[in-house]
């Protein structure tokens, strides 16, 4: 797991000269990139999660594009589209923000449902279709979305289908009351959050993160661990209070999450409190609750900490 320790122990150090702690979310950042996943970060605004993104294209020198979402963000605002070019008399393809490795996706939900569906064949097969043609992306190409929970004029709510496209459900809060003076400290002594440039990162490679990856993949799992991890999934089918339960694709997440949280604690083996770990930013997204429930104010978090609850841990 050296290659992994350097990465994790590296990027926690720069992302700190900009980052005052979100621990949380950088350690999940880290592993959608180790799993080669995507993430919808949810949080009111003005609590870094765009600087946060922003600093990790930095770290890891791979190319970084935003994507402003509006309620008039057409397709080919984001794919691209091929343009007539009058010296060659043939089409070329003026290549949109989706080609790129990290893609932040600001307020994806207030981009319309015709514009969202153009990022599935990308998420999901890390390739894009125009006029019939197949174009590759990059091998780190990841979607890093985020949200505002609490305004929804404006919105649109996205569909089952790409929400599972989503690797981890990340959900930021607000500061400890240390972390918020320690912010405020900053940007007295002269901290700008806009001039990137300025936070003096120190660079990783990016073979570094290949090589972290090839380590995740080799984290052992016990046929025990199997069957325990598939049964969480599978009871979230029967939950009482669920009306949609997680898929085949949610099982394969889980355990690759629990995967790279074991190798995060620099074992190469499973345990089950790597799963437990991994459960909610998982699952909390992929779990639909039946009407009743959410008006009991039951949430998804509580339905997945009561279905692990239920479930025997192998010894």
Request: proline fraction near 6%; glycine fraction near 4%.
């Amino acid at each position: 797991m050296q290659s992994l320790q350097e990465l994790v122990t590296h990027t926690r150090t720069e992302m700190a000269k900009g980052i005052v702690g979100q621990k949380e979310l950088v350690d999940h950042l880290i592993i959608v990139l180790l799993c080669s996943g995507h993430a919808l970060i949810e949080g009111v605004p003005g609590i870094a999660k765009t600087l946060t993104v922003k600093l990790l294209g930095s770290i890891l020198q791979i190319d970084t594009q935003r994507v402003q979402c509006t309620s008039d963000l057409m397709p080919a605002d984001v794919i691209g589209s091929n343009v007539f070019n009058t010296n060659t008399a043939s089409f070329t393809l003026h290549k949109g923000p989706l080609f790129t490795d990290l893609l932040l996706a600001d307020e994806i939900n207030r981009m319309p449902p015709r514009t969202q569906a153009a990022l599935l064949e990308a998420m999901e097969e890390r390739q894009i279709t125009v006029d019939g043609v197949r174009y590759p992306l990059s091998e780190f190409f990841t979607v890093l979305a985020t949200q505002n929970p609490v305004e929804f004029e404006g919105t649109y709510p996205l569909p089952e289908a790409q929400l599972d496209r989503f690797l981890l459900k990340i959900n930021v809060t607000y500061p400890e009351i240390d972390e918020e003076l320690a912010i405020l400290e900053r940007h007295h002594q002269g901290f700008d959050a806009k001039k990137i440039d300025a936070i003096q990162v120190v660079p990783l490679s990016a073979d570094l993160l290949r090589q972290a990856r090839v380590e995740v993949n080799g984290v052992k799992v016990e046929p025990a661990l199997f069957k325990y991890l598939l049964e969480v999934v599978r009871k979230s089918r029967t939950w009482p209070s669920l009306l949609l339960g997680a898929s085949p694709r949610a099982a394969v997440s889980l355990m690759q999450v629990s995967k790279a949280t074991a190798a995060m604690d620099g074992r190469d083996y499973l345990i089950p409190d790597d799963v437990k770990d991994a459960a909610g930013p998982v699952l909390r997204h992929r779990l639909l609750l039946k009407p009743e429930a959410e008006l009991e104010s039951i949430d998804t978090d509580s339905v997945i900490k009561d279905i692990l609850a239920s479930v025997e841990v192998p010894k």
